[in-house]
T-cell receptor, first 109, second 115 residues
Framework: GQNIDQPTEMTATEGAIVQINCTYQ??????LFWYQQHAGEAPTFLSY????GLEEKGRFSSFLSRSKGYSYLLLKELQMKDSASYLC??????????FGAGTQVVVTP | DTGVSQNPRHKITKRGQNVTFRCDPI?????LYWYRQTLGQGPEFLTY????????KSRLLSDRFSAERPKGSFSTLEIQRTEQGDSAMYLC?????????????FGPGTRLLVL
């Protein structure tokens, strides 16, 4: 079957680091995306990995291991505005994205 | 603003009524996707257009749902004889369409409530 798993919720303190893990089992793989979604808003693109390794973009980094079907999103120097849902998505055929259920990150003062 | 736009942003309807949503993608984008998202879940793929051609439809898209992209620009998603289970956020996304590895950019969504 096809499965994308990520934790439901994570809580961290402002200024801290949080790592959101994503494991996937899909029939096709053309890359893995991370999106951020604030409540009631559209998902916004954060990062993309198609090759194994780490991609760094400011406070956000994303890692991919295709052999393990595993990715993580690392959020550093957490800010209150980072409180949101973080969606892991695998691109399959025709470019369509298959999403996990999302990880709600709660940043506390 | 040159992002993806969707109208209306909110729609409340009674069960059995028909509704139509519109998506205007980023102007040079050839690919257009429709997704549906319910509370606490990630978006689920519904259908996809390359220019005006509808190339794939999900099993989630029952025969009450129809989508068009007549001139390869904006797209409409129509739901006939709405049911309470259709209540969800309907998201549209677009991408350039020049390569497989492309980022999809999402619109703000249309939130549908069927009473």
């Amino acid at each position: 079957g096809q499965n994308i798993d990520q934790p439901t919720e994570m809580t961290a303190t402002e200024g801290a680091i949080v790592q959101i893990n994503c494991t996937y089992q899909t029939s096709g793989f053309n890359g893995l995306f991370w999106y951020q979604q604030h409540a009631g808003e559209a998902p916004t693109f954060l990062s993309y990995n198609v090759l194994d390794g780490l991609e760094e973009k400011g406070r956000f980094s994303s890692f991919l291991s295709r052999s393990k079907g595993y990715s993580y999103l690392l959020l550093k120097e957490l800010q209150m505005k980072d409180s949101a849902s973080y969606l892991c998505a695998v691109r399959g055929s025709w470019g369509k994205l298959q999403f996990g259920a999302g990880t709600q990150v709660v940043v506390t003062p | 603003d040159t992002g993806v736009s969707q109208n209306p942003r909110h729609k409340i309807t009674k069960r059995g009524q028909n509704v139509t949503f519109r998506c205007d993608p980023i102007s040079e984008h050839n690919r257009l996707y429709w997704y549906r998202q319910t509370l606490g879940q990630g978006p689920e793929f519904l259908t996809y257009f390359q220019n005006e051609a509808q190339l794939e439809k999900s099993r989630l898209l029952s025969d009450r749902f129809s989508a068009e992209r007549p001139k390869g620009s904006f797209s409409t998603l129509e739901i006939q004889r709405t049911e309470q289970g259709d209540s969800a956020m309907y998201l549209c996304a677009s991408s350039l369409g020049l390569a497989e590895q492309e980022t999809q950019y999402f619109g703000p969504g249309t939130r549908l409530l069927v009473l």
